[in-house]
């Protein structure tokens, strides 16, 4: 049995629609939104998104409202991770519902759709908290990061 590559999970037309769904979310919320997959982490999945978090200069983002959708290939190890201007205003359990779907649609092969729907509820929740400002702008890349880049 092949193991399956993080740059291989999607291919390039899967990730053109990952980056157009977190430009789309990220249009109704001044929040900043990634998409980070690796092949295989040793750590603890929360402990390594958040490595990743700050390796992306997630936590540079003017109001501290990035999110990351962290998704270790092998290991089928997921995480949603947050900046601290988000963390001070939302319960602890607020991400759980995007895990939930994360991990339906990934039980189920749907590799494409768990990410572009995890992308889009993300952006749903954010606008509550963070509607789009004016001012707005992109803050952080839309394209998918892979490995520690």
Known sequence: MSV????D?????????VSAAIGAAEYRTSGEIRVHLEDHIEDEVMDHAAFIFEELGMHRTRDRNGVL???SVVDRKIAVISDAGINE???????????ALLKS???AGR?????????QMVGEKLR?????KRDDTDELSNEISFGGR
């Not at 399956?4 to 740059?7: D, I, Q, V, Y």
């Not at 509550?128 to 789009?132: S, V």
């Open 4 to 7: 399956l590559a993080a740059e």
């Open 9 to 17: 999970f999607l291919s390039k037309e899967e990730r053109q629609q």
């Open 69 to 71: 959708i962290y998704l």
């Open 89 to 99: 205003r939302v319960p602890d359990d607020f991400w759980n519902d995007v895990l």
């Open 105 to 107: 649609h990934l039980a």
């Open 111 to 119: 590799r494409v759709e768990a990410l572009t729907e995890a992308v």
């Open 128 to 132: 509550d908290f963070f509607p789009l």
